[in-house]
Every structure is written in C-alpha cells, then in structure tokens.
C-alpha cells in the first residue's frame, strides 16, 4: 500500500509554545489530507480536511486558529498547534488520498504523540 | 445521518480459532467500506475496501471481509487466528454524495485479543 509519514512521531513541548507537525506522502500524489484526533481509547476524531492550494475544512469545534493547516503541494500537508496547552496533549494522525485509482483508499501516518507541559 | 457500528469493544479469541470483528453501517448512496487496523501508538493501517463487485473481499494478512447490503453489515473475518492479529480493529465507510468526495466515518473500535 501506499506510504504516509509523519514526523516528529513524538514532541513534548511546554505551554504556550507552537509545534508543527508534518504530513507526507512518500509514493503518492496526495490532493486531499485529513488531520485527525484520537484520545485514548477511544476512536479517530476528524479535525480537518485539506486539499492541495486551498483553505482547509474545519470540522465543528475546531479552532481554526489554533490548529494551522497547510497543504501547500501534493505531498505535503502541516498541522501546526499554536500557543499549546496541556489539554492539547493527544495523539494526532495524518491521512492521505491520491489522485485516479486510488482515489477511493485513505492511508495513515504512524501518528504524533504530543505532550504539552 | 451516516454512521458505524461496531457493537463490541473488545473479541477474544484462542489462537487457531476463527475470528469476527463486527460492523454495521448507515449511510444514504452507495457505501464505500474499509478495515483498517492500529497496533498500539501507532496510526491505521489498511487492510481491506469494498467498493463494487465481489461481496467477498480478501485483504491483507489473511483477513477479508462480507458485505451484506440487506443487512447493512460488513464483518471482518479471519480463519485461524494468530497472536500477532492482537489489535485495535476500525471499520469505517465513505459515503460519496453527489458532488462531494466524502469522509470517512469510523467505528468507536473493537480490541482483539488473541490468546495462545
């Protein structure tokens, strides 16, 4: 299947301060990217939805503000978390889906663990 | 509105047995249903879709699943289970509107626990 990475997989940061996560797809063009959220035990929460040039799709009670969204080519896609606090802690995971064929599948990042202090 | 069930939290199974990891879902338009599975901090992996045809679908590591449109279902399945398969198992479904690509909607998730 196809390949998404994400990096950093882990970063704990102190309050207040901005981490950027990153989101590619390393064999694929990806023109739509989702981010997503997910608390422990508990399943994948759809934060937004990007496609490749365009202002990304905030689900509601998002902050758009605070979870900067960039999409800026097809194969990479930033989620950046501004003046973070604790309750931001939670693991984040990228989603990719390609152009054609494969259109239809949507791969997975290995996630990012972020603990704010 | 669209949704998916997966009415168990956790499936144990013994190791050699057969396993079933249940779903069912709700959407208006055709499904588009997935498996995907999570090793523990890890993100999803894709095992298998069903889109069109076959309602019989083979993924990966041995596993497939039925679609069943009368009764909305989608299990996954695997003949003999192994230890390794010990996971967080989503199911999820795409609903394709008219003039919009769709997102996926999954599961709260089902724990399997294969036991030796």
């Known amino acids: 299947g196809a390949v998404v990475s994400q990096h950093p997989s882990r970063v704990i940061c102190k309050s207040g301060t901005s981490v950027k996560i990153e989101c590619r797809s390393l064999?694929?063009?990806?023109?739509?990217m989702f981010w997503y959220r997910q608390f422990p035990k508990q399943s994948l929460m759809l934060m937004a939805t990007?496609?490749?040039?365009?202002?990304?799709?905030?689900e509601q009670g998002v902050e758009k503000d605070k979870f900067l969204i960039n999409h800026a080519s097809l194969t990479l896609s930033t989620l950046t978390v501004t003046s973070a606090h604790p309750e931001d802690s939670s693991f984040y995971i990228c989603?990719?889906?390609?152009?054609?064929?494969?259109?239809?599948?949507?791969?997975f990042g290995p996630g990012t663990r972020l603990l704010v202090l | 509105a669209q949704s998916v069930a997966q009415p168990e939290d956790q499936v144990n199974v013994a190791e050699g047995n057969p396993l079933t990891v249940k779903c069912t879902y709700s959407v208006s338009g055709n499904p588009y249903l997935f498996w995907y599975v999570q090793y523990p901090n890890r993100g999803l992996q894709f095992l298998l879709k069903y889109i069109t045809g076959d309602n019989l679908v083979k993924g990966s590591y041995g596993f497939e699943a039925e679609f069943n449109k009368s009764q909305t279902s989608f299990h996954l399945k695997k003949p003999s289970a192994l230890v390794s398969d010990s996971a967080l198992y989503f199911c999820a479904v795409r609903d394709i509107p008219r003039g919009s690509q769709g997102n996926l909607i999954f599961g709260k998730g089902t724990k399997l626990s294969v036991k030796p």
């Open positions: 064999d694929f063009q990806a023109t739509t």
């Open positions: 989603s990719a889906r390609a152009t054609g064929g494969m259109g239809e599948t949507q791969y």
């Open positions: 990007s496609n490749e040039g365009s202002k990304a799709t905030y």
